[in-house]
């Protein structure tokens, strides 16, 4: 049987030997109260690394961005422009991108075998086959699990969106690391006081919490006691820092650099996030499910996306902040090259891009290669396992151990995958 | 009660067991069979062997505050009001906790509270489709309710035929899962037979053992043939024919064709009626209406449930796990002879209890929380309590057992070997068989497809023939008329001309006929050849499956699945002896490491008291599920009185239909029936956020999260219930003297008086300016309802 109840993974024994090693020393009464919750300062200089996923939802056109065929019957009517990497073109919708792609690397050999939205999201967004019925954790999940820190008050897996889709499950991680949404761009649920409770007040009936909490240790002391009563002191701590989910802290002149547009507001907010350390922050754009007037929507949305993007990769590098940020711009899949009577383009799985950057994985490369038309894979075929691996990689997690849940052995990535070596070279 | 396998039981002790056994058996047995006193006797049971397992000191009992509050959060889904938690620690009746339990398993609230068991063990959180949630709730209840034993009522869940889903409510486990093979073989395979098979489909475990794999699609096999029918809005389940599972093994790379249903632990269902082309329906299944197979393999499953060890084995540790918050196997869908459960023995003695009492729910629930083991009280021994010599008396009597058990061991071993062989060798010989059969399946199927064209083709031609003869008669009349006429008007030219003209046509006709009618005899005579063929096709498969000996088979698989029982259990226990002597080992280190290094003696003990925990001598402290907590909440603000008073008001108001056509006798149950389910209704939004917010802890285990501390701070729902209104908690602690708050707040939460500390610190807390008593009020309920002793059941 591949399951060992008896086994504990070093993550688990380690969160719960940091609770149970306080817990002893009150069980045999030589020492009284409860371990001291680190500092969030503290916390966020732990050194954990953090994700950021831009996910273009509706399928972006990987040949209206990074692997342009000008002058091919599938190239369709864009030119490719020169970037900041020599002999590196990208569709010319993306000038402002162009700029940063020293700092990221494409990925042009995706064949992810799949044309459905949702079997698309979610197989990017957990790494695995999912036509295999099983829940597995969305990347934020496994990211929030493995790289929060200690003492970290904040939620580890933000989604900002419009509202609407489902947030990121976190399946047998259970809903401690389930995506946590901020709709519009809005602070997440209940992070607000009700109506006539101060912060002194709050803070007061947590001390008298505490003193019932302290008796009831008395009798009987686990580490659940003490997750239970350590998630109210982090509540408290959230709602003391309640500033980080608003983006209009941010100045008039990021405000400008970003633009007021949701996409521009979304990543300004991305990086505030970022920033306060959160390990997993996903911004979704939508929508790029063009099967008509494909190239005027490009025109439209790529638009939007490509001067906050480009800004963000900026500033997170000049904040020194994308050496352990790992950026991944992906979409549940990409487009057919060829173009439809209507001018579009249909759903396509077998030759498209992704883009990914930071965290120390190779800049300025380019992973793969498609054929002249874009219509297969030529070179390096990969899918949403192997960059799942990559990514967990990047962040320094080994993603060939496995997670162990309430008696059970989860492979933490797809076994059956690795990472995309190059890219981690 | 035979125990080939005993050790950690004496002579004496083992008599006495086996008496007890003796006594319940009898007992359950007699035509005036006592079920409660069997549950007294299975509650001793219990309790003898835990004892003989305990390693040092056992907890003391627990106190009758924590045993009014534990009872009622398990048999009753939320805790006590404080009257009730008055009256009982007023009660000095020395049977005052039997009646207690007995009162409240009579109760509808023990039907509202298993029916939410069983949806969480069913279901495990996830919703069935469409409006179907409270239809299956109302059903688990209904089945609960009319005591309907749990083989029957889980057997209907897999056999739920899955029409309307509105009157098939069972159909609900399945539908949860889509109707989808893989996912509802999983379920099953989890969840009725505590084996999660998931690694045996796929790729995700190379290292994993070949009968997984098997035994995946041995159940597989059982679900293969049932789909998702929709129509409209509703989903219906539909189920085929015919479809077999095709796989090949990813160890010895054999394909293996239409695998055998098969359970776990049970022979295989070799003897299917074979399903001819045309055959095998009660409804074929069609782009307006869903398949109704006769023979329906869910059903075959059903059937066989009960007969499966592995499924009693299941159930039993399922229902310990809802009175102990872990199973005895752990985790729920561990089971297997590579992970023992804590109390080999017990587990045993549980399957037999349920066996006994027909699966009945009450007198297994009532026999668990009749027993010390069950009202143990939470608070660990402290390392103090160590007797050092009793313990080293426990490790020399623990290693006795050892070396007897290992002993023991090698016959069972040798035993188990040889069962197995015979029983692989039948199963061998069977498969061969049945791999032999295939083609004369096929030829049936070919056969019988060539059968039901001839049938067509004759039936054609003799419908040609016979429109050939009646226009031939047509003619032959007509010409007789003619002909009359033509002799009477002799020699009329055009009439002469029409005699010719039919006497023309008769001569054709007459071959017309004569063509069709050797059409028609050549394609009956084809019929008949290709019923014969068919007949041949049938005799040659009835020959080639009289050599089939099912019976053999699942003789040979009951032997070969006793003796590796037999083997499993004294391996199991040999497992357990062993952990048991390194936590003797352990506590025995205890009492010098807290001289040279208290915090590693600290360390080792919290370890101690865990395991001790897991082997039942201390009560675990158990998280709420969602819906007791939620409940709890209510119960104690006072917003669950209000609740239920407004399902009342509603009911009484305008009494639903099954009130008011309901026959004058049935008209009470019909109106409690109907404010059940006005109150969950009005409760459901509360539910709603709880179950969003909070795990299961059996499904999902603990989970403390930031989102649950922000919804219990900060959400209106909650804040709401802090302030005063009616006679709500809120309201009674204004109206009394911040002295007198301590006990009422106390009761009302905590299920218990308030200590002298808590009094004078309540009484500080409260001792505001009277306008700011209101807000004091509200932070001192919500200090209570967020602290550690609210959140877990001890």
New interface residues.
Partial sequence: ???N?ACRSADHALSRRSL??G????????CGGLAATPGLAEAVKSGSKRVLVVFLHGGVSQLESWDPKPGTDTGGPFRAIPTSVPGTHISELLPHTATQMHRLSIIRSLDTKNGDHGRGQREMISGRDQP???DYPSLGAVVAKTSTPTGF?L?GHILIRGAGTGPGSAA?L???F?G?AMNDGKP???????E??TGE??R???A??S???D???G??R?A??D??????D???D?LDQREVFDVTKESVRDHDRYGSHEFGQHCLLARRLLERGVPFVQVNHSNYDTHFENFDFHIEQLGEFDRPFATLVNDLTERGLMEDTLVCVMSEFGRTPRINDRYGRDHWGTSWSIVMGGAGVQSGGIIGRTNADGTAVEDRAVDHGHVFHTILQAIGVDSLGEFH????DH?IAD??KGPIDELLA | MMRRCAPGVTVVSLLLVAGLGTVWCAATRGETADKLSASVALAVAIDQLVEQAAVGQQAEPCSDADFVRRVHLDLVGVIPTPERVRAFLADPAPDRRIRLIDELMASRGFVRQMGLVFDAMLLERDRPPGGLAEPWQAWLRDAVAAERPLDELLGEVVAAEGGDPEATPAAAFLLAR?A?P??MT?AVGRILFGR?L??A?????????DL?QAEFHGLHAFVKRTSLFTSGKAQQLSEAAVGEVDFTSVFTEEAVKAAWPQLPDGPPLIEEPIVEPGDGYVTPPSKSSRGVAEFSRRGALAERLAESDTFRRNLANRLWAVFFGQGMV??L??L?P??PASHPLLLDCLVEALVADDYQLRPIVRGIVLSSTYQRS???P??ASVDAAALQAQLSSIEAKQAALTQEREPLERAADAAEGRRQAAYDAERAIHVELQPTVAARTETRQGFNEAIKAAAAAEASRTTAATVADAVEAALAEVRRASELLAGDAAVTGVVATLEAERETRAATLETAAAAATEKTAAKRAAEEQLTAARAAFAEAAARRSPATLADLTREAEDARRQLVLCQQQLDRLAWRGELAADMLRVPSL?EAD??A???????V??RMTENLQVGR?R?LSPDQFAFSLLQATGGLARLQAAAIATTDKEPPAAVTEAADEEKAAAREKAIEQAFLKQAGSVLGSFDA???DPLV?????????????????QV?GELSPSGENLAARLLAVEPGAAADEVCLAMFSRPA?D??KA?IAG?LEVPAEQRP?AVA??I???L????F??N?
């Fill in positions: 049987m591949a399951s109840p149970l090693g817990l002893g020393v009150g069980a045999l009464g030589m295999a019925p099983f008050s939620p047998y259970g809903p401690q389930a946590v997440p649920e209940y992070t607000a006081r009700p006539g409770l007040a709050d007061r009936r947590a008298l919490r003193r019932f909490n008796r009831f240790a009798r009987r686990t659940d006691t997750a239970y009563t350590f998630s109210y982090q509540a408290l959230l849940v309430a008696g059970r492979p076994p059956a | 889509e989808e893989v996912k999983r999660d998931q690694c489909q796929c790729h995700d475990h190379p290292l994993d053992d997984r752990h985790p869908d561990g297997g590579e992970n939470v608070e660990p402290s390392w807290a208290p915090p003696a600290a360390t080792l003990w919290a370890s008291v865990e402290l998280p917010l909070y795990a999902e285990g603990f989970q403390a999260t930031l989102n649950q501390a922000l919804y219990l701070g900060n959400a209106p804040s200590s500390d808590e610190d807390f807000q932070e001192l919500w200090a209570l967020s602290s550690s002793e959140r877990f001890h």
